[in-house]
């Protein structure tokens, strides 16, 4: 703050109406001054209240978000285990189908062999 105390009296004080008169001029001035740097203060408290709130808006969108994220990630998951499961599926019918085309081949052959060897 501003407020200075006064060491030592401008004036003399010889009892005359002006030293007093100028006594409480610098008091009103300084008396002034301290209220402007109050106000002053003030709008920069306003200021950082402010700020802080918004602050505190944001973290909470980025708690939001992170939980968004969280949730979106076990969903990912599960749907990463279902394509797993339907990718193993795929493999054994696969196989399955060679094998039946195979045993279908063996007969289709052997049938084809026997034929022949009969004639």
């Given at each position: 703050?501003?407020?200075?105390?006064?060491?030592?009296?401008?004036?003399?004080?010889?009892?005359?109406?002006?030293?007093?008169?100028?006594?409480?001029?610098?008091?009103?001035?300084?008396?002034?001054?301290?209220?402007?740097?109050?106000?002053?203060?003030?709008?920069?408290?306003?200021?950082?209240?402010?700020?802080?709130?918004?602050?505190?808006?944001?973290?909470?969108?980025?708690?939001?978000?992170?939980?968004?994220?969280?949730?979106?990630?076990?969903?990912?998951?599960?749907?990463?285990?279902?394509a797993y499961v339907y990718k193993s599926r795929s493999k054994k019918r696969i196989i399955i189908l060679?094998?039946?085309?195979?045993?279908?081949?063996?007969?289709?052959?052997?049938?084809?062999?026997?034929?022949?060897?009969?004639?």
């Amino acid at each position: 703050m501003s407020y200075v105390p006064l060491k030592q009296p401008l004036l003399e004080d010889d009892g005359s109406f002006d030293y007093e008169e100028t006594l409480l001029s610098e008091r009103n001035e300084q008396a002034k001054h301290l209220a402007q740097d109050i106000y002053h203060l003030k709008g920069a408290m306003d200021d950082l209240k402010m700020m802080v709130d918004e602050q505190g808006e944001m973290l909470v969108q980025a708690d939001n978000n992170v939980t968004t994220a969280d949730l979106e990630i076990e969903y990912g998951v599960e749907e990463l285990e279902k394509a797993y499961v339907y990718k193993s599926r795929s493999k054994k019918r696969i196989i399955i189908l060679v094998v039946v085309i195979l045993l279908i081949l063996a007969v289709v052959i052997g049938a084809s062999i026997k034929f022949f060897v009969k004639k």
